[in-house]
């Protein structure tokens, strides 16, 4: 076996994390990080996500994009560009957006004669009209739509793209916000209202049940207040989920966008009635956010925990052997123990690479989150079993080593069912009932989490709620019970209580 | 059955396509538009790829993607903009694309107090530098890669991006030269020249071997001249194919950067000699523009042909019937048929939407280039057969219905190969030896494809044959043999043929 160099040394030591008690933000940066998801870019603002970041973000996109299939949505493409005139059809989409528009003006650079081997904008090449950046795609694609609907043979118009999107934020995280990120972007056209909200309820819905069963993070189906809805609908869907910090995190978002945009674009059709009519719209939307959502909710001080579901390596075998004699007794055992599990449509890897140690691999496969990790060294063969360790809880046990291809699968099960649960358990004890101002702000400000609590309905109340307290309503939960009660901060009459925290 | 709308007549009228011998381009415009495969957008040069086009495109890709993770490749994403100081640090790379940038250069839209409801650039959110819209990711990829890469160890890197890009085209043609379009970048570094050349010609082979056998487009492997080279590529690697009006399309590239990135960008590695050396490079791509080459080698008058790897449907089942009392038969015959086939692993759709005449489907299908189409009417049933048509000869033979199962498997692998087959032909026959000016001339205007040529191998005489005659130098094939002869324009020695001609 080789000496680790002092390369790998060094670099593994800059992997050893801020505790997230310590510092839960600095946590959440070095993990990202030093677990190979992202890096920020020589762009201000825009991240690169490295390979195994995105392999994650692949296994993502795989299981929704079959979702969308499944409720009968087909995938197109179009234009990164909005011209300026498109942008500004829809009025509250453009004052939404406008104030963070990458603007394309010119179209080619030319020599700096002033400044040998560099370029400058070509003065010439001025665009007669300015080009947005797609920031969100409403306005390039009811333009389209526009010439796809005449009838209503032609609806519903059932459609996703996956694509980038831009937004100049000026605080930029990685994940979390950032001015480009990868997102899909549904944009469906319907007859009818009523068809057009079942559409929006259905996406939300399909968004909750991917947050939970595949990223096993717990979410609460909500409507947005006014003053928090997408710009241009009438009405915003929201998952929202909860950090380990107590902060919440909207996770996806669905909306009703009314006849807005129809409107706007001069969409319209002959009804089977024979009637021309507005076109009703919706949109709906999850990105590479997930990831922070995915990361925040389940790791811990050791790196990334992820569940099998979205682990690009559900199983590591590592042998620890100090001859090529032993090596070649383990390489038959761990061979085909990763044939075995692979059989079952596992994703295994065999790390026989003899320039890490076993111990620096260990370190290696927690921080980047593989869910179970099997070890086989000289005395585990003489004794039979090997030893499986799971990374949710850190636990490890012997087991038979004939028993390892019938046992691993229901393992990774049952750490998806723990994750979860943990997660469910966490925002049990972090959602809690307030009933005074000065509860609401001790819960905010020692607590964290939900609060729920009454509101008087008003943005103006709101708005000063987040002024003195940083939090906002995060929904209005669908599955809410009317109560009677009274406005935590104005005392006004309220008739349910509304779901607040501070949020990313 | 109901009637057909005055409005379904209408649209599909629209549809009779001009014949590809009376107006090739005009052809090729209508059919990507009428099959629903793209369409211009409200964006200068961009096009829209609607629903059952992207289909398409998404095969290619998983099948491509397939490919490259088979060669050990993984996906990665890096920002969509190039700050112009990292743009301009390859000087041929940067000269060979400033000509055609998209240049980002405010970040912020305000009210037009001059016009009301529309909005205008926020002069101060002019960028202190300017961003380019990526035309390809060389610049910023290695401007990350010189931080991944600081021992032989961390080489190779293998990477591949899916992404857009754009390129201000001045003359655009749906997929074929697109302002924006879709594709794919692998960017790979490597310890040693040697490495690097054989990652460029392994990528080549890629993608040859996914032209031929999921596209079943021939294409010949080979390398171009330097006029022809990639901007900042020491050599480019291609596959050249022959459309069916006689045009050459590149269909994909492969290039071996030597380190000219590595220089531009000051990315060394500690060798396993301990020694501090550049990083050798890659690049290879293939984009939207598959869809046009595709197109182009298989259709006919009739609309699109599809090989059965590629068809979003590959068997439609069309039930002809007069009264519900027949169509309850066909249903019960058609739909098992449906089912056995689908569990086949086959792709089928049964269209029984009674909004449209069994005529109108027939036409419809045939012009999406769905590769089989079954019809069942009230006698076939009586017969015990169903008429199947394949779409590539458009013959017709009646089948016993439950030898359907079996046989259809058989058919789609017959298409598929007879798809290939026919352009191969094609090809043979339109690749001509000239060995006088004349001769060459008369073969370019006259009959079109390949002509294989002597040329005295200087770029002054590729560019006077191109201005003369509109052709260029294709590649020369990597399976050339070599052979002594004259130049066909200036009669100085050659030593080996060369593939021109006219290409798009």
Redesign the interface.
């Given at each position: 076996m080789k000496k680790i160099?002092k390369?790998?040394i060094k670099k593994k030591d800059m992997a050893k994390l801020t505790p997230r008690n310590e510092d839960y933000s600095k946590w959440y940066n070095e993990l990202v990080v030093s677990a190979d998801l992202a890096?920020n870019?020589?762009?201000r603002g825009?991240?690169?996500?490295?390979?195994y970041g995105?392999?994650i973000w692949?296994k993502m996109q795989a299981q929704l994009d079959k979702m969308f299939k499944e409720t009968g949505h087909?995938?197109?493409?179009?234009?990164?560009?909005?011209?300026?005139s498109?942008?500004?059809a829809e009025?509250k989409n453009?004052e939404g957006f406008?104030?963070?528009?990458?603007?394309?003006?010119?179209?080619?650079?030319?020599k700096d004669e002033e400044k040998p081997?560099?370029?400058k904008?070509d003065p010439n090449s001025k665009l007669e009209e300015?080009?947005?950046?797609r920031p969100t795609s409403e306005a390039?694609i009811w333009?389209?739509y526009k010439?796809w609907i005449?009838?209503y043979?032609d609806l519903p118009i059932l459609?996703n793209q996956w694509?980038?999107v831009?937004r100049?934020e000026m605080r930029t995280r990685l994940f979390l916000r950032t001015a480009?990120f990868?997102w899909q972007e549904g944009h469906t056209a319907h007859a009818t209202r009523e068809e057009a909200i079942e559409e929006t309820e259905k996406m939300i819905g399909v968004y909750a049940d991917f947050a939970e069963n595949y990223m096993k993070i717990p979410v609460i189906k909500g409507l947005k207040t006014e003053a928090e809805r997408f710009a241009g609908a009438d009405e915003t869907y929201c998952i929202e989920a909860l950090m380990q910090d107590g902060k919440a995190l909207q996770a996806g978002t669905s909306h009703f966008l009314g006849q807005n945009f129809a409107k706007a674009f001069d969409v319209k059709f002959?009804s089977k009635e024979g009637k021309l009519e507005y076109v009703w719209a919706t949109s709906w939307g999850v990105s590479t956010r997930l990831m922070g959502a995915l990361i925040m909710t389940h790791s811990d001080d050791q790196g990334l925990v992820l569940p099998s579901t979205l682990a690009p390596i559900q199983v590591v075998i590592v042998p620890i052997y100090f001859n090529d004699e032993q090596k070649a007794k383990i390489d038959e055992v761990a061979l085909r123990m990763h044939d075995e599990l692979k059989a079952k449509g596992l994703s295994v890897k065999y790390d026989d690479n003899d320039?890490y140690k076993p111990g620096w691999k260990f370190h290696e496969y927690e921080l980047k989150g593989v869910p179970v990790r099997i070890a086989i060294g000289p005395k585990d063969l003489e004794k039979g079993h090997v030893e499986v360790a799971r990374r949710d809880t850190l636990e490890k046990q012997f087991i038979a080593t004939d028993e390892v291809t019938d046992l691993v699968p229901n393992l990774l099960q049952e750490i998806d069912n723990n994750l979860f649960k943990r997660a469910v358990e966490y925002r049990a004890t972090h959602t809690t009932k307030a009933d005074t101002w000065e509860e609401f702000v001790d819960i905010l400000e020692n607590k964290g989490g939900f609060v729920s609590a009454h509101w008087d309905g008003t943005t103006e109340t709101e708005e000063k709620i987040q002024e003195m307290t940083k939090a906002t309503i995060r929904c209005i939960p669908l599955d809410n019970q009317l109560e009677e009660g009274k406005c935590i901060l104005t005392g006004k009459p309220s008739k349910q209580r509304v779901l607040f925290a501070k949020s990313y």
């Amino acid at each position: 076996m080789k000496k680790i160099g002092k390369y790998l040394i060094k670099k593994k030591d800059m992997a050893k994390l801020t505790p997230r008690n310590e510092d839960y933000s600095k946590w959440y940066n070095e993990l990202v990080v030093s677990a190979d998801l992202a890096e920020n870019s020589g762009v201000r603002g825009c991240m690169v996500i490295k390979p195994y970041g995105y392999a994650i973000w692949e296994k993502m996109q795989a299981q929704l994009d079959k979702m969308f299939k499944e409720t009968g949505h087909q995938n197109a493409y179009f234009p990164l560009f909005v011209p300026k005139s498109l942008f500004e059809a829809e009025e509250k989409n453009a004052e939404g957006f406008a104030k963070e528009c990458a603007v394309v003006t010119h179209y080619r650079l030319v020599k700096d004669e002033e400044k040998p081997g560099k370029l400058k904008v070509d003065p010439n090449s001025k665009l007669e009209e300015e080009l947005v950046v797609r920031p969100t795609s409403e306005a390039i694609i009811w333009n389209t739509y526009k010439n796809w609907i005449q009838s209503y043979r032609d609806l519903p118009i059932l459609v996703n793209q996956w694509a980038n999107v831009v937004r100049w934020e000026m605080r930029t995280r990685l994940f979390l916000r950032t001015a480009e990120f990868l997102w899909q972007e549904g944009h469906t056209a319907h007859a009818t209202r009523e068809e057009a909200i079942e559409e929006t309820e259905k996406m939300i819905g399909v968004y909750a049940d991917f947050a939970e069963n595949y990223m096993k993070i717990p979410v609460i189906k909500g409507l947005k207040t006014e003053a928090e809805r997408f710009a241009g609908a009438d009405e915003t869907y929201c998952i929202e989920a909860l950090m380990q910090d107590g902060k919440a995190l909207q996770a996806g978002t669905s909306h009703f966008l009314g006849q807005n945009f129809a409107k706007a674009f001069d969409v319209k059709f002959n009804s089977k009635e024979g009637k021309l009519e507005y076109v009703w719209a919706t949109s709906w939307g999850v990105s590479t956010r997930l990831m922070g959502a995915l990361i925040m909710t389940h790791s811990d001080d050791q790196g990334l925990v992820l569940p099998s579901t979205l682990a690009p390596i559900q199983v590591v075998i590592v042998p620890i052997y100090f001859n090529d004699e032993q090596k070649a007794k383990i390489d038959e055992v761990a061979l085909r123990m990763h044939d075995e599990l692979k059989a079952k449509g596992l994703s295994v890897k065999y790390d026989d690479n003899d320039a890490y140690k076993p111990g620096w691999k260990f370190h290696e496969y927690e921080l980047k989150g593989v869910p179970v990790r099997i070890a086989i060294g000289p005395k585990d063969l003489e004794k039979g079993h090997v030893e499986v360790a799971r990374r949710d809880t850190l636990e490890k046990q012997f087991i038979a080593t004939d028993e390892v291809t019938d046992l691993v699968p229901n393992l990774l099960q049952e750490i998806d069912n723990n994750l979860f649960k943990r997660a469910v358990e966490y925002r049990a004890t972090h959602t809690t009932k307030a009933d005074t101002w000065e509860e609401f702000v001790d819960i905010l400000e020692n607590k964290g989490g939900f609060v729920s609590a009454h509101w008087d309905g008003t943005t103006e109340t709101e708005e000063k709620i987040q002024e003195m307290t940083k939090a906002t309503i995060r929904c209005i939960p669908l599955d809410n019970q009317l109560e009677e009660g009274k406005c935590i901060l104005t005392g006004k009459p309220s008739k349910q209580r509304v779901l607040f925290a501070k949020s990313y």
